[in-house]
């Protein structure tokens, strides 16, 4: 299983920004992203970006998220700017790869805005 390492989360307050790292240590991923649960709420899906660079966005995130990557750490990115007290919640990355390492998930991260 290769280990996700997640990082950036903490409050902030609407309106603000925060930036959300997570490294597939020592791996090629075929695509990353991140997934998130609200208090109370199912998870959904937030961004991915493949090892190429093509991106995808939820809804009611685009144009506020940004997600990118550096391929030479297989580290991505997602810049949070405009955040909303709705953007509360526990962010996961994930990553897949391609063959035997299957998919991974880190730890989650928590993400508070306040109003």
């Known amino acids: 299983q290769v280990p996700l390492v997640e990082s950036g989360g903490g409050l902030v307050q609407a309106g603000g920004s925060l930036r959300l790292s997570c490294t597939a240590s020592g791996s090629i991923f075929s695509y990353m992203g991140w997934r998130r649960q609200p208090p109370g709420k199912q998870r959904e899906g937030v961004a991915t970006i493949t090892w190429g660079g093509s991106t995808d966005y939820a809804d009611s995130v685009k144009g506020r998220f940004t997600i990118s990557r550096d391929n030479a750490k297989n580290t991505v990115y997602l810049q949070m700017s405009s955040l909303r007290p709705e953007d509360t919640a526990v962010y996961y990355c994930?990553?897949?790869?391609?063959?035997?390492?299957?998919?991974?998930w880190g730890q989650g991260t928590q993400v508070t805005v306040s109003s």
């Open positions: 994930y990553a897949h790869f391609g063959g035997p390492l299957g998919d991974s």
